[in-house]
């Protein structure tokens, strides 16, 4: 068992207060420096086109809601976004008034456990994990894996990237990052019990911020029984 109650997660407290006060600070600056979102625009588009009306969606680390909780409440699912960070969830709440939102660590979801959310046709995750350590990002894909409905559909990207838990300067903070690259990323996801149904990369050069360009990894995946 961890500190925070649920086996597999292995964090200080000091790791995630660190990570949520720098988005907290970041606040509507993370969109004005990535303005491109067309890759995870078309990883919503996928989901749109998969699921049947008034699906219910769990967003894990929504960020601001933009554009992803907007793009899938507009089009009339019932979307609940968590994420750590409570100045996020505040703008998510401004920017999307028709989705839920809680201030959650993804950490923390499991399906029946104490303020459960209950289950989902679908969830998102846009480098959200990103800002786990390695060792966390298994138990958290498993933990979406529990909120999925059987066939659920998984959204996900990753920056590609051979790296676990490395401090990188971030719109004036130091955030805690991982990333893999693409086979090593297939492998962790579909050992958590996912299928991969689709992929696309984005090159990706974020407009105003300090770190050099990426490759953007998305995955359309199907949760396996
Ligand atoms: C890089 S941003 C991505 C936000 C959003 N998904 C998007 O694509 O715009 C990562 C988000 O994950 C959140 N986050 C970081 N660690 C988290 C955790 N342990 N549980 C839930 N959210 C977390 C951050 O607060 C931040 O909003």
């Known amino acids: 068992m961890s500190g925070n109650g649920f086996s597999g997660f292995d964090h200080s ?4 207060t660190g990570q949520a006060e720098a988005f907290d600070a970041i606040g509507p600056r993370y969109s004005e420096a990535f303005p491109h979102k067309e890759g995870q625009l078309a990883a919503g588009r996928w989901l749109l086109e998969a699921l049947p009306p008034d699906s219910r969606i769990l967003d894990v680390g929504c960020g601001t809601g933009l554009p992803t909780a907007r793009q899938l409440s507009d089009a009339g699912h019932r979307v609940v976004g968590v994420d750590l960070s409570a100045g996020m969830v505040e703008l998510a709440r401004d920017n999307v008034p028709k989705a839920e939102f809680h201030q959650r660590d993804m950490a923390g979801l499991s399906a029946g456990g104490p303020r459960a ?3 989902f046709d679908a969830a998102t995750a846009f480098f959200s994990l990103v800002m786990l350590p390695r060792r966390e990002i298994p138990e958290a894909l498993r933990t979406i894996h529990g909120l999925l ?3 659920g559909l998984l959204a996900l990207s990753m920056v590609e ?3 676990d838990d490395c401090p990188v300067p971030f719109l004036g903070h130091t955030i805690r990052v991982s990333g893999y690259l693409r086979d090593e990323l297939r492998q962790v996801v579909e050992a958590s019990g996912f299928e991969i149904t689709g992929e696309h990369l984005e090159s990706y050069a974020p ?3 300090d770190v050099p360009p990426e490759i953007q990894l998305f995955l359309h995946c199907r949760r396996r029984a």
Request: net charge negative.
């Open 13 to 16: 407290p000091d790791e995630r």
């Open 117 to 119: 959310l209950g289950l």
């Open 207 to 209: 407009a105003s911020t």
């Open 149 to 151: 409905r059987p066939d």
């Open 161 to 163: 990237a051979d790296v």
